[in-house]
């Protein structure tokens, strides 16, 4: 009878974790960022109070430097400066960029494990525009896409419209 428990019970554990359902899935979560762009600083301590919230063994943050001229150097200073507490690598090939669709820093890339995005864009609406900031921050779309992973439930893709600096090959350029 024990041994009957016991195959049932593995064989309940092996379906769960083959079901794709729910946080049995890790997420990674890829935070396109600019050591020289000013809406890139403005979220390090909202991207702190996120990842403190969050971040598990299924949630895993990711900072990705997608300037050409960014160092290892560069991108240790401005992780240490702000007190970054989840890895952050460079991308200078654009090989994060390409593959994940980002444009624009900051924005937010929520994938599976198959790098399939679940959400893409910004943090929040603090910022209408360039240079214009809300006194209310009335949605928090990165939250609630973490507050519905956290709860073992898969949100529906869906894309919003990031506010900051354009990616490109090295400068630092303001995307309106």
Known sequence: MHK????IFWIV???LLSSGSG???PYKIYIF???T???SRHYTLTLKELHAQYASEKLEFTGIFPNRLST????AAFKEKYALPFTCIGDATHTWVNRLGATITPEVVVADTSHTAIYRGRIDNTFASLGKRRRVITEHDLAD???ALKNEKTPAFRQTRAIGCIITSGQ???QE
């Open 4 to 7: 009957m428990i016991t195959k």
């Open 13 to 15: 554990v092996a379906l």
């Open 23 to 25: 946080l049995c899935t």
């Open 33 to 35: 960022m600019g050591e």
């Open 37 to 39: 762009c000013p809406i």
């Open 72 to 75: 290892p150097a560069t991108i």
């Open 145 to 147: 896409v973490l507050n």
């Open 172 to 174: 630092k350029t303001k």
